[in-house]
């Protein structure tokens, strides 16, 4: 509250004067009701809204939200029809105040107009306000609900997915894409008028086509019901015919999306189904052959990878696809190298992923091989995705139980890694490059839960030192990671594994039970000359 002084001079007799002062309380409200009342009697705006904009700011939150949804923003909302873009901008952090402390259900619906106004204006700065309260709509589930009542504000922000300014566009886009992942309330993407609307809006430019394509695709995801509608209505099965298409860039795009697709169950079943799997597995064979349908080669080998992720049996019934992973391995090009190697982990990232590859004997050994050697690559970029690739590929999630057979296929890839497994990394862990040290250590730290590593790291000399070792490594992260290996290590000890010795037991106990960041007190003896 504020206190606003009024002096009262009142006349009495033998000339006398007496004066009252007179105190009212005003509240933010109040004042702000009063600033807005000069905007109403066509006051300076510039003047009346940096006054607005200070009393704003020294207001509470608290009080703010108390305040705010009583407050007229429509007089506000006047001083935007104007081409004086600090005027604009002015207003803008205004209304994005008032807007911020007032349910976003609320102000949805009692400025419905205003929203639509701010959607219409040739201003990008009061879109992206518009959008901003949008967003927060479409994430929520129940306000996402009365958003997609207003038939109006969908219509003229599926207009914006059209637009031509990069940065509307993507913002219209994600609107729709956060309601299409909203149950049965993304329903409304497929009503009539809203469809119609799709129709149009995608005409204008194949980048926009791609960008409708997108909020299909994702709200086809979400369920089997919602992609036979779509294929029903015929709203998925363009996109299929476009990886046909003679234009490059075209089925770059409709590769990516159809990748999309392959993230769920039905999607997969539904590629199957139209024989675009099989379609694109040819495909393949084709653009590894053709210098210009090359460029094709990354979308695919990410899109069959996502699939053989989901369904490792994909490289027993698309060999050419899985023969061409293993080829692009040993390719001289280090993009098309690198790009078929975070394929390989990714598909090796489950179990019964690693069980398919180990089935690939003889490839999977070379291709593992290859990997380690780029452990050592001129560029650091290469080296830290060769370490992140062989982390996934030898990984097994802490809450899964690790079967003989995962066991014995992540030791048979660590000794085809390189003979001397632990010596081998613990090199990389000497690397400059922080992010070399960190993955390298990581790596490390899975392989406490396999006993045969354990024995492999209490027989490296020197390993336990570099463990132990607190003032040996400059950064935080690096420090915590070999603090939690020797913590790992300390909790799976077992006196008759026979593994560690007694002492060195002893030290991984009493290292954890100092702490990270325990610094030894060192000892100094002063000297006092004589006479």
């Not at 490059?248 to 590769?255: S, T």
Request: with cysteine; proline share 3%.
């Amino acid at each position: 509250m504020k206190c606003a002084i009024t002096t009262v001079t009142l006349k009495r007799s033998h000339n006398n004067y007496i004066r009252y002062v007179n105190l009212e309380m005003t509240s933010p409200l109040d004042e702000t009701t009063k600033l807005l009342a000069g905007l109403a009697l066509g006051g300076s705006c510039m003047k009346t809204l940096e006054s607005l904009r200070i009393l704003l700011a020294s207001v509470s939150l608290s009080e703010l939200k108390e305040y705010a949804p009583k407050i007229d923003i429509d007089r506000i909302y006047k001083c935007l029809a104007t081409s004086n873009k600090d005027q604009i901008d002015l207003t803008c952090e205004i209304l994005k105040r008032i807007l911020g402390a007032i349910p976003i259900g609320h102000a949805m619906v009692r400025y419905e107009d205003l929203f639509l106004q701010g959607l219409a204006h040739s201003e990008n700065r009061v879109k992206e306000l518009i959008f901003q309260e949008l967003q927060m709509a479409a994430d929520d589930p129940t306000t996402c609900e009365q958003l997609s009542t207003k038939l109006e504000i969908l219509l003229s922000c599926l207009q914006l997915v059209g637009s031509t300014d990069e940065s509307i566009a993507r913002k219209a886009s994600r609107v729709f894409i956060s309601i299409a992942r909203q149950g049965d309330t993304a329903n409304v993407l497929v009503s009539p008028p809203i469809v119609e609307e799709m129709r149009t809006v995608s005409r204008k430019s194949d980048i926009v086509r791609y960008r409708i394509y997108d909020i299909v695709v994702t709200y086809c995801c979400t369920s089997e019901d919602k992609l036979a509608f779509c294929e029903e209505h015929q709203l998925i099965q363009t996109l299929l015919e476009e990886v046909s298409t003679q234009d490059i860039l075209v089925q770059l795009n409709a590769l990516e999306l159809i990748t999309t697709l392959a993230s769920c169950q039905h999607g997969r079943e539904y590629l199957e189904r139209q024989g675009i799997t099989q379609k694109l597995a040819t495909r393949l064979d084709e653009a590894t052959a053709d210098p210009l349908a090359s460029l094709l080669v990354p979308g695919l080998m990410k899109l069959f990878g996502a699939l053989a992720h989901f369904q490792p049996d994909v490289l027993s019934r698309y060999p050419n696809f899985t023969n061409t992973m293993f080829n692009l391995i040993d390719d001289s090009d280090i993009s098309l190298k690198m790009i078929s190697i975070e394929t390989l982990s990714f598909i090796a990232i489950e179990r019964d992923g690693k069980l398919a590859l180990s089935q690939q004997g003889s490839k999977m050994d070379k291709a593992i091989k290859t990997i380690g050697s780029l452990f050592t690559h001129a560029f650091n970029e290469v080296r830290l995705k060769a370490l992140n690739s062989f982390a996934e590929l030898t990984h097994v999630a802490p809450t899964e139980t690790i079967d003989e057979d995962v066991q014995k296929i992540i030791e048979h890839w660590f000794y085809m890694l390189n003979p001397k497994p632990i010596q081998f990394i613990m090199n990389v862990t000497k690397q400059p490059f922080r992010d070399l040290r960190f993955s390298a250590l990581n790596i490390l730290l899975q392989l406490v839960r396999h006993n045969w590593a354990q024995k492999l790291m209490s027989q490296e000399p020197g390993f336990l030192e570099f463990l132990l070792d607190r003032r040996g490594e400059p950064d935080k992260d690096c420090l915590e990671m070999k603090f939690n290996i020797v913590k790992r290590l300390s909790e799976s000890l077992h006196p008759e594994s026979k593994i560690w010795s007694e002492y060195c037991m002893a030290q991984m106990r009493d290292h954890v039970r100092e702490g990270l960041w325990f610094a030894r007190a060192q000892s100094t003896v002063a000297l006092e000359s004589g006479p």
